[in-house]
Structures are given as C-alpha cells and as structure tokens.
C-alpha cells in the first residue's frame, strides 16, 4: 500500500511539473521561446543530421536543435519544454533517490535557462547522462570502457556526470581509474579535434553555450548538485534537518525566482515586433520602458506602424540620435528592430544587409529561420530571383518555414504577382529607385530622398521629421514642416510637431512640454549639443 501510494504521488507530482511549467513558459515567457527558435533553423536533412553528431556532444546538440525548432508554435514549444524538465526532474528522483531533493537541480535548472544564451543541447546532456547511468545500472563496469568515451562523444563533457554516478553506484572507489581514463579522452579530444576552441570552451563544452570562452557558475554547479545528492542523499534522509533545508531551498528558489526583467521586457519588445504586435508594444511600454535605444527603436517603429509616430513620440523614452535607426552593431540582437524599420519604410537593401549581418552574428555559426526568411523577402522585392531561391530551397526543408517557402517560392518571376502583393508589392514602390551610398551620419537626408521617391510613404515623411527633432535640426524642422501638412494627411498639426515649435518660438522654456524635456536631457549628457540646438533653432 505504501509502495502505492508513494507511486501515486510520483505520477501526481510529475503532472504537477509539466502543467507549471508549461504555464510558466506558455504565460509568462513566450518570447522567451521566439529568442531561442529564432538563433537557428533546423533542418530535416541527412546532410544536418551528420554535420551536427560528427562533432563532440553534436548529439545532445542535434536533439536540442529538435526540440527548439517547436518553440516557432509557442504552445508547443511550451509542452515540449515542460516535458524536458519534467523528464530531467524524474530522472534525478531516480539518480538521488529522493523526489524532493530532486527539485533542488530541477529549479536549478530553470532558474539557469533564464540566462538566454544557454542552449537546450545542455539540458538533454544531461538527461542523456543521467538516463545512461540508470541504464548501466546492472552492466559490470568494464562496459564502461567503451561506454564513456561513446558517451563523451555524443554529449560532450556532461560525461562526467555519467561517471560520478557510477563510481557512487559501485560505490568502490578502486574504480577511480574510470576517471583517469576519461581524463585521457578529454585531453585527446581537446588536443586535437578541438584545438581551434578557446581553452575554457573545450573543456566544459562546446555546444552548450552560446558565447564561446564564457563558463556561467551554473552549467558547473548544476551537475555537481546532482552529484553531492546522489552520493549523500540517503545520509541526508536520516536527518529531519536536511528535509527541511531542501524544502526551504525549494520554497526561497519559488519565492524570489525571476529572470532578468529588463532583459526579458527588451526580448518581448523583439517578439512583438516580429509577429506584428504593434500595439501591445505602445501599450507595455505606456507602464515601464527600458531606458535603452533598443526600445526605443521598438517603440517608434510600433508608434508608426499604428499612425501616432507624429503624435506621441516623445510621450516614450528617447535615447537620442539613435531612436530611430540605430547605427551597426556586431551582436546578434541589438539591430533587429533596426533591420524591421528598414524593412517598413522601404529600405529594402539596408534591411537585407542588416540581417544578413545578424545572422553571421550568430556566435555559434548557426543560421536563423527568421533571418533567412527576411532575406529571400528582399531578394524578391528587388527582383534577385535566383538568390530567393537559394535561401527558399534551404527553408523548404524545415519544418515550420515550409509552406511559406512553397508560397513565395510561386512567386518567382511572376512580376504581376509580387505587384499584387500586399505587402512586397508595396514595399517596391516605396524602395529607392536609384543607388547610392548608404552614410549613417546623413540619416536624416536619406529618409528625406526615401519620401521625395514616393510622396505616398508616410512613414518615411514621420521619421524624416522625427529624425530632425532628435538631431535638434530646428532650422530644417521649420523649413520641412510644410511636408507635414501638405503630404501628411492630418485633419491638424499632430501634438508632437506643435510642442517643437512652441519649443522653438520660446527658446526651450515651455513647462510641461515632452520636446523641452527632451532636449534637457540629451543637453545634459552632451552640453555640445545645446549650443548647436540652440544656433539651429535662432
């Protein structure tokens, strides 16, 4: 009956588990998810399949890229995680002997995937490691000569914890010539398959994290928590005192666990962009913004998007010369929001290159589904049909990405089609319709020739103004605002034009004005700038 009961409490436990946790993820952190699918495109491809296991631990990464391609549908991607934790956390109750200590890693663990570089090939080595030791269970330790270093090969050097696990099990320490021995295959796998890897890298993994040459304390301290319990737990359970400091542990990690949320409002701005979601941007932002230029490209491109650029800019944080259209940066994120405005206004070359770009950011070499879809987008619109497709060949063997290649893929050469489309057919007659040097610091005077090449562009009109009140161009304000109202379509002035002259006509003295505000705090990191806004707007 005990047997049964404490069977019963398992299975109810583990349903516990996956029901919060997909909660967690499906309600809390769903952009979470995107950041994560977006940074790789998982192929169904023999030739994939063997690039990734060919390499030390590219099995645990060739499953991780598996289960992440299913975070494009959230709700899946939700399961499918839930499931992974669930499923590492049972194999800890089997490995530690004990469900409650269990939770310790297993919280662990989520609190460790809140750092949104780490990459899911590291939960499934684990998972891999422990499930290999509960197999080994019964084999005589001599298998384990060919096992480790089969091991170390699939997973990487999370073998380690496939072999403290043994040597506990066996519990006859002479068998510590099994660590020797995966010392000298590590230090053979190093020496020569991973001699181009950074030192630290090699030896802790390779595919676990996405930044090389960076060790986060917890891809260590998680195994060695598994360890310390496997090998004490059952002292552990004699003691009421370490029951109640496992529970305490578990109830502290519920009760002041979170991820970064600055870092995680940036990567929701992303997300929502991504998928359109231009008001809900405007609307978060409206209770807290990040006092970055990464939301504030976010939040005037969502601005424009909905026809309020002109009305309520500075209503919202602006980081200066850079709320618009943020100049290059060499990371893997910070010009995505910049590679959409390009794309929403018609700068169909400057997007492509942006996110040709983002994606050779991509520390661990992978490609971007988001990112490879953008490109053949651009390559369409400009009428590059034999690079379109290139990139659609190679999103016709995903899964998620597939159909809409096939889609685009019919339209290829079909020039009534794509005029006809709503959106690349628009974005045609918006591009610029003759070359020139793209120059950052003349941004105002390219979105000035974007709008004069369609007067119909409106967006463009907005952020030419806009770009002019960040500079603090008063004199080509003034001299441009006629635009507004002559191409602009508003019934009246919008606020945001009429503060700035009020701004200009009192010389910056005008209480309780967005623009004025705006000019003291960009005066006061660069006081250079207050003279020259000062000469601009005499």
């Known amino acids: 009956m005990k047997a049964f009961v404490s069977q019963y409490s398992l299975y109810f436990l583990s349903l516990l588990l996956v029901v919060s946790a997909f909660l967690f993820w499906y309600l809390g952190y769903p952009h979470a998810l995107s950041y994560q699918e977006q940074y790789q495109l998982f192929l169904w491809t023999g030739d994939y399949f063997w690039t990734d296991v060919l390499q030390v631990g590219g099995l645990a990464d060739w499953l991780g890229e598996f289960f992440v391609q299913f975070y494009y549908v959230e709700w899946l991607g939700a399961l499918v995680l839930a499931l992974l934790l669930t499923v590492f956390w049972w194999l800890t109750t089997k490995v530690v002997d004990n469900r409650w200590y269990a939770f310790v890693p297993t919280f662990l663990l989520l609190a460790y995937l809140g750092d949104e570089s780490v990459l899911m090939s590291y939960v499934v080595a684990l998972i891999l490691a422990m499930g ?18 089969v091991l170390y090969g699939l997973i990487g050097p999370v073998a380690w914890l496939y072999v403290f696990l043994r040597l506990i099990q066996r519990k006859n320490w002479q068998t510590v010539g099994l660590l020797l021995y995966l010392l000298i295959i590590q230090w053979v796998v190093v020496s020569t398959l991973l001699r181009q890897w950074p030192l630290t890298s090699a030896i802790m993994g390779t595919n676990y994290y996405r930044i090389p040459m960076k060790l986060p304390p917890f891809q260590v301290l998680i195994p060695v928590i598994i360890v310390v319990l496997a090998a004490w737990g059952k002292s552990f359970k004699r003691y009421r005192l370490w029951r109640l400091a496992a529970l305490a542990i578990i109830a502290v990690m519920c009760t002041f666990f979170r991820f970064d949320s600055d870092k995680y409002e940036l990567i929701r701005q992303d997300y929502l962009i991504r998928h359109e979601r231009w008001q809900e941007v405007v609307t978060r932002a409206e209770k807290y913004q990040v006092p970055v230029n990464f939301s504030s490209e976010c939040v005037n491109l969502s601005l424009a998007m909905t026809g309020r650029l002109a009305e309520r800019q ?26 959409e405005a390009f794309y929403r206004l018609g700068m169909v070359n400057e997007s492509m290159r942006y996110a040709f770009d983002l994606q050779e950011s991509i520390l661990n070499g992978k490609k971007s589904g988001r990112l490879m879809k953008r490109i053949a987008e651009c390559c369409i619109i400009n009428g590059k049909y034999a690079v379109a497709e290139k990139y659609l060949d190679i999103l016709q063997q995903s899964l998620f990405y597939r159909n809409w290649a096939k889609d685009a893929r019919s339209y ?103 623009y004025a505000a705006y000019v003291r705090q960009m005066t006061q990191h ?12 005499h």
Not at 322 to 332: E, G, K, S, Y
Not at 436 to 445: M, R
Not at 529 to 537: D, L
């Open 412 to 514: 290829l050469g079909n020039e009534a089609w794509i005029d006809a489309h709503p959106q690349w057919g628009k974005l045609r007659k918006l591009r610029y319709q003759e070359d020139f040097l793209y120059n950052y610091g003349e941004l105002d005077k390219m979105l000035g020739r974007l709008f004069i090449n369609n007067p119909e562009n409106k967006m463009a009109l907005e952020y030419f103004l806009a770009q002019l009140l960040l500079k603090g161009d008063m004199a080509s304000f003034q001299q441009y605002l006629g635009w507004a109202q002559r191409y602009g379509g508003y019934t009246m002035m919008p606020y945001t034009y009429q503060d700035a002259m009020k701004c200009i006509q009192a010389q910056g003295d005008v209480p309780g004005s967005a």
């Open 132 to 149: 290999t030791r509960l197999m080994m269970q019964k084999v005589h330790p001599l298998f384990d000569l060919l096992t480790v270093p």
């Open 314 to 339: 500075f209503a919202f944080y602006q980081s200066g010369e850079d709320a618009l259209i943020m100049p290059m940066v060499r990371d893997l994120t910070s010009n995505l929001p910049t590679m």
């Open 526 to 537: 660069h006081p250079s700038a207050a003279t020259e806004s000062n000469h601009s707007a």
